[in-house]
């Protein structure tokens, strides 16, 4: 079983920079290395969305919206997962939540089937 604890949420004004981060544990024999990690925002009153995904290999995919201004990367053997965000704007305003996919496709938004609690991100004018 994995589970997913992210931290590092905060208020910050706009073109402010906060890096979030992913406490990932598991027990047992897991083949956590082959899992397809990503980062994914709730705001109020709108659907969740995807915003980076990082595959086994380390290769990276974003949605466009933060494009060049946040870095998804891991650390530690991938026990961490970080969201490098900079140049925040208001639109970024919302809950942060780490997620899993356990087959390790990586090929979308789509088949992440484990979650953390998430963290909250409030960006001010």
């Known amino acids: 079983q994995v589970q997913l604890v992210e931290s590092g949420g905060g208020s910050v004004q706009a073109g402010g920079s906060l890096r979030l981060s992913c406490e990932v544990s598991?027990?047992?024999?897991?083949?956590?290395?082959?899992?397809?990690m990503g980062w994914f925002r709730q705001a109020p009153g709108k659907e969740r969305e995807g915003v980076a995904t990082i595959d086994k290999d380390g290769s990276s995919k974003y949605a466009d919206s933060v494009k060049g201004r946040f870095t998804i990367s891991t650390e530690s053997g991938r026990n961490f997962v970080l969201l490098q965000m900079s140049s925040l704007k208001p639109d970024d305003t919302a809950t942060y939540y780490c997620a899993a996919d356990t087959s390790g496709n990586c090929r979308g938004w789509a088949g992440f089937n484990v979650w953390g609690q998430g963290t909250q991100v409030t960006v001010s004018t």
């Open positions: 598991f027990s047992g024999y897991m083949y956590y290395n082959t899992y397809c």
